[in-house]
């Protein structure tokens, strides 16, 4: 079952937050965020796994709710090279079950 | 280290035909993902390979079917090519699990069925 991300698209200012939202109906190991910039293969962010800390790099950080099966990405201070689209990868149990993306979240800074 | 690579990097095929597609993952990584990604669905689950097997299948018909070589290089193939199979064809490959591990993508290839 594909994940659901919220919102789908978002417009932000330089220096302004965000927090996008990844929910799966099914129990989680482990959930990936990914950004992909137009014309461009998608960049790995982090991966946050079940029992896990909280993950962060610089002003992007993310965090995972194992009881709810969600994951929210946190952008703060948001920069225009922030700009791209935004996918969660949610897995189950390694080996046994693939990594299933969401839409994705569309996010544009302008400055 | 080199990253992952794809070839070729655009096709232009007709309803009707196949193609053959192709992957090649970083040097020490096993595991193989493909994706179908098409404006409005995001990144659709194809397959993914280990050690030249197949671990996980997504819900696409049988047209579309791969394989990994003993070198962890991967092909998928499409037969009977259809309009909605345009889209961009992405391969990852990972050091072991999909699911758990680090993704690194490929450049992907650009498919177009006229």
Known sequence: QQPVQSPQAVILREGEDAVINCSSSKALYSVHWYRQKHGEAPVFLMILLKGGEQKG???????????KQQSSLYLTASQLSYSGTYFC?????????PLV???????SVIA | KAGVTQTPRYL???RGQQVTLSCSPISGHRSVSWYQQTPGQGLQFL???FSET??????FPGRFSGRQF???RSEMNVSTLELGDSALY????????????????GPGTRLTVL
């Open chain 1, 57 to 67: 790099h610089e002003k992007i950080s993310a965090s995972f709710n194992e009881k």
């Open chain 1, 89 to 97: 990868g949610t897995g189950g149990l390694p080996g046994n079950t």
């Open chain 1, 101 to 107: 993306f969401g839409k994705g979240t569309r996010l």
């Open chain 2, 12 to 14: 232009i095929k007709t």
């Open chain 2, 47 to 49: 397959f993914e390979y």
């Open chain 2, 54 to 59: 197949q671990r996980n299948k997504g819900n």
């Open chain 2, 70 to 72: 003993s070198n962890s």
């Open chain 2, 90 to 105: 992405l391969c990852a490959s990972t050091v072991g699990s999909g699911s758990t591990d680090t993704q690194y993508f």
